[in-house]
């Protein structure tokens, strides 16, 4: 029986081994956080904000730009039917279309990529498409 139960751990435990070794990677490259995650956490670090609504297509756009990192965000909600919403902030900064991002004090209107994020904010200083941004940026929607 033990050898048994040593085969059930064993297997799953080999064949993570044999493809990250097929693979330009390592085993630690697995489990390492996403591009998208280090510059949401990033983002929230900076005090960089993103301002949006609950029924902002342009704003699920956004999140999904982050894939699995999208609740990382530094994220307002600006409508008061959304979830915890904060609508007098939105409203004190003068948010007037979502998404609206406030970096360094700066604020963005619309989609923004991924890499436009990234050197807005320090994360990396580069000014060029990585190859997972969707060319689609800019769109906003007009606050009610």
Sequence with gaps: ????????????LGMIVAIASCQ???????WAPS??????????????????????????????????????LPYVECDARGANPQVELCNAVGISAYPTWQINGEFYLGVQPV??????????ETSEPMETDNLEEGGFSPAP
């Excluded at 029986?1 to 297997?11: A, D, E, F, Q």
């Design 1 to 12: 029986m033990i050898g048994h139960r040593s085969l059930k751990v064993g297997l799953p």
């Design 35 to 72: 591009y998208e995650s280090q510059l949401a956490e990033h983002l929230s670090n900076t005090e960089a904000t993103m301002y949006g609504a609950y029924w902002c297509p342009h704003c699920a756009r956004q999140k999904q730009f982050f894939g699995n990192a999208a609740p990382l």
């Design 24 to 30: 330009d990677f390592s085993v630690q490259q697995l």
């Design 115 to 124: 890499w436009r994020l990234a050197a807005l904010s320090g994360f990396e």
